[in-house]
């Protein structure tokens, strides 16, 4: 079924966002604080997205709870990157492929497939964002 | 509870907002989400290149472009619509 196996890929990539914060937060507190944000600005449409694919010919609850099952994976994510070993030597490695697969690989051409202006003026503003927000954290610190 | 648990739990609860506006049906929030994904794009964009990566090979050595590699990475994701 189309939408367990969304479902299921979803729950790895979720999974591996916590797994991103826990160890960017590992390696200094205000590379973690940068995670968190660009982590958080996904998970909406993420949300919007698992529940849409779930909601299909389907009752409202199933889209609430699968959105609610991302979420836990993540908080997993965390707590296993705290435990094990490897993911806290690797799981920087792992978690940077998948934020730079996902966002080239899905969000971009998500983005690209919109008509009008503001969806890359949106996508700029992101990246300057972070360069503000990096200028900001690196001066302080 | 460690700092990165609770910002997870935030991150988290993000998942279930998303998930609310489209139960709700509430289609402004949805086309305001929409460009949330456009720029969570270019942030997210910039923070994997220009931190992690470098914080990544010096963490993992050898093994970190093959851990980073597309060969991992899409088994973990689907199409984030």
Known sequence: MA?????????LHTFFDGVAIASAFLVRPELGLMVFI?????KLPEGVTISSIMMAGA?????????????????AGVIMTDHVGFLVQHGLAISAGVAIYVAASNLVPELQG????TMPAAFF????????????????? | MSK?????????????????AVT?????????????LAFGAGF????????????????SGRVAPLLSSRAISPFTSRSIR
């Open chain 1, 3 to 11: 939408g367990t196996s969304a479902l299921i890929g979803l729950l």
């Open chain 1, 38 to 42: 660009a982590i958080f600005l996904h």
């Open chain 1, 59 to 75: 009752e409202r609850e199933r889209g609430g709870r699968a959105a609610a099952l991302l979420g836990l994976a993540t908080l």
């Open chain 1, 114 to 117: 919109k008509h009008g202006w």
């Open chain 1, 125 to 141: 503003a992101g990246a300057l964002v972070f360069f503000g927000t990096k200028t900001l954290v690196d001066g302080l610190s």
């Open chain 2, 4 to 20: 990165a648990l609770l910002y997870a739990l935030v991150a988290a609860a993000g998942n279930v907002l998303g998930a609310l």
């Open chain 2, 24 to 36: 709700r049906r509430a289609a402004l929030q949805l086309k305001v989400i929409e460009h949330f």
């Open chain 2, 44 to 59: 997210m964009l910039s923070v994997a290149i220009i931190e992690l990566l470098p914080e990544a090979f010096s963490r």
